[in-house]
Every structure is written in C-alpha cells, then in structure tokens.
C-alpha cells in the first residue's frame, strides 16, 4: 500500500487547459473519492495518476516515487473502468489470470490469488464462464477481480458503477466499500454521483472546471459547504439557495424575511444567498408563510414545494402529513441550519 501526492497537477490538451494545478494528499489506505459534474477532468486526473495521459505540469507521486515519466506498468496500480473492459474470448478465470500470466508470474501464485478474489467476490460459480454469459454486475466484479489479483499498492476506479440499474448501484457500492475495508487498499474512486462520493469517501474531493472546490470528509461537506457550488451539489434534495438582503433579524427573500441566528457578524445591507436544507425546514407557527404548489410522497419521506411571494422552496418531511396543493404553511428554518454566502463570490461567509 502507499500513499499518493498530486501537486500542483496541470493538464493541457494542445491549447486548452483541462485542469488548473490539482493539489491532493491521499493518505495510506484512504479511500478518496473526485467528484464534480461531467467534463471537470475526473478522469483526466486518474489517468494521469494511472500513467495513461501525459503530465502538463506538477508531480504524482506514489509511495515515495515521483512518477510523472514512469509506464503505467510499473506503477503498481490497478484500474476499473465503466465499461469492464474484459476479453470476451476469456472466461472468468482466464480474465483474471492474464496479467499476472504476462508478467510470467509463478502458476501456483496466480491460481492462488485467482482463487482468493473469486472468494472474496463471490465468483467461484461463474469461474468458467464468459463475459457474455454473466450480468453487468458480475462483470462488474470480474473487472475488480482482475484488479485485486495484481494486489496493487493503489485501486483506480473511474465511474464502475455507472452501466448498473440503479438497485444494482447500491448493493455494489456497499460491496467496493467493505471490500476496501477489508483489504484497506488506498483508493481514488471517480464519480459524478454525490451519493457514491458521500457513502463511499473517507475524503471528498469536489471538482469543477478542471479546480478543486473543497476537500473534506462526507459529512464536513455536508454541515459546512465552503461555497455556493458545493453547498448546491452535495445533498438530496439539494439545498435551498435563496438570493437576498440582510435585514435586522434575517434575510428578506423577495419581501420575505428569513431569520438568522441573533449573534450573525454579517452586516445588514449586505446581498447573499440563504442556505436551507429542506429537512431543515420544520413547520412553526412563527414561520414564514409559503403555499404547496406540488407533493410528491416516496413512502419514506415527502418532499414539498411551495412558493412564497416570488420565490420557491422544498421542503422534506420524514412523518406523514395529509397535505394538499393549495394547503399554506408556516416553515421555520432551524437557526443552527443555516448556511449564508456572499451574493457575489459564491463564498461561504
Ligand atoms: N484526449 C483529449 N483531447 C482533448 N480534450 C480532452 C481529451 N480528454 C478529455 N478532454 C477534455 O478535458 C475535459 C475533462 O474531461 P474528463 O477528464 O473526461 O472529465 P470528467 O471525467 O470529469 O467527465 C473535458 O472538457 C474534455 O472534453
Ligand atoms: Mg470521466
């Protein structure tokens, strides 16, 4: 196992700069998560790290060697791609033999350590099969199974689960998370979903236009979203982002004021955008008016949305409530949940 250091990492496909010096630390047998929308350079970054693009600027490291001009070969990394990449002419075994019989590895080490991924991924019924002839979850395995045979020091995972169904997704992340905990092989794992990054990450690193948003654990990135970007993207529903003035008490939403906690250090008069999670949101007699314009129960929980004056919110309700379009009701922000940023910056004040 090892540790890696991107520093000051710069990508440029001819003219066009792709990533802006990427600074990350992953630690010893962390699982590190990159996060962002599509075309922020995820994948740019972990196929400069894996030594498949070339580095524009700045030093990868891993372990102690620096390896901006070292093959992917000998790197000691594995990779798991979205589309298996699996040979179709190979059964299950012979997948996950291969490259350690290229390395003319000893017989009876690959047929152990074949054996010890099958084990651990529940392979050992489908060893003589082809890849035509299992499920995209298998596959999905086969293709982990070929990584964790070459027992690398890191796991480079770009969007594995992303040719899943959705039921699929879940039950492969929960299996990619206890086999890290299992082997404690330090990971970067590349997604566009914030739900994988938050259930999967000991860190997260959020991404956008080739920069680095903010980097902290799930949780941290869910109490304390450092900017607007990120306070939208981390979490479902997302945030409420309302534009408005601060006021004495609160924060007047096109006529509507919003309250702030007493002791808030920012000056009236100043533009920001208020932050409320809707299950932040808790029906109170003092709270601000708003009308239910749509209800949409998941059984779970029920998420509302309603306008007030000329804005909009949702709000999310884990017990039942026998609401109605039309209905009005009275929301009150939880004073310890609100989050303020400035109107123009997008920085958290
Ligand atoms: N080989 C390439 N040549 C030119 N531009 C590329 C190449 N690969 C990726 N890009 C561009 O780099 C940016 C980042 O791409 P990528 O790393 O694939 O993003 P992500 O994985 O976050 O969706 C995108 O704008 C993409 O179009
Ligand atoms: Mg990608």
Do not use: W
Not at 56 to 76: E, M, Q
Not at 120 to 139: E, T
Not at 159 to 169: G, M, V
Request: proline share 5%; net charge positive; hydrophobic share 40%.
């Amino acid at each position: 196992m090892a540790q890696v250091a991107i520093s000051k990492v710069a990508k440029a496909f001819g003219t066009v700069k792709v990533l802006h010096e990427v600074s990350v630390d992953i630690a010893d047998g962390q699982f590190v998560v990159l996060v962002g929308p599509s075309g922020c350079g995820k994948s740019t970054l972990l196929r400069m790290v894996a030594g498949l693009e070339t580095v524009s600027g700045g030093t990868i490291a891993i372990g102690d060697r620096v390896v901006n001009h070292l093959p992917p070969a000998k790197r000691d990394i594995a990779m798991v791609f979205q589309n298996y990449a699996l040979y179709p002419h190979k059964t299950v075994e012979q997948n996950m033999a291969f490259a350690l019989k290229l390395r003319k590895t000893d017989p009876a080490v690959v047929a152990e350590r074949v054996k010890r991924a099958a084990d651990i991924l529940d392979l050992n019924p489908y060893l003589k099969r082809y890849p035509r002839q299992l499920s995209g979850g298998q596959r999905q395995r086969v293709a982990m199974g070929r990584a964790i045979v070459r027992n690398p020091q890191v796991f480079l995972f770009d969007e594995p689960l992303s040719n899943l169904d959705a039921k699929l997704r879940v039950q492969m992340r929960t299996e990619i998370k206890e086999l890290h905990q299992r082997l404690k092989t330090t990971t970067i794992y590349v997604t566009h979903d914030q739900i994988e990054a938050m259930t999967m990450a000991d860190k997260i690193v959020v991404m956008r236009d080739g920069r680095i948003e903010q980097v902290g654990a799930p949780l941290e990135l869910f109490d304390r979203p450092a900017n607007l970007f990120v306070a939208g993207f981390i979490g479902s529903p997302s945030m409420n982002l309302l534009k408005g003035i601060v006021r004495k008490g609160g924060v007047d939403v096109a006529g509507t004021l919003f309250p702030i906690p007493a002791n808030s250090a920012v000056e009236e008069g100043r533009s920001v955008v208020y932050g409320v999670r809707p299950e932040h949101l808790e029906i109170h007699p003092d709270g601000v008016a708003a009308k239910i314009s749509v209800v949409e129960p998941t059984g779970s929980e029920t998420l509302v949305f309603l306008r007030f004056g000329d804005g909009e919110m949702v709000a999310l309700f884990r017990e039942r409530h026998d609401f109605k379009p039309g209905d009005t009701l009275t929301l009150k922000p939880r004073l310890d949940q609100i989050h303020l940023f400035d109107a123009e910056t997008g920085q958290r004040l």
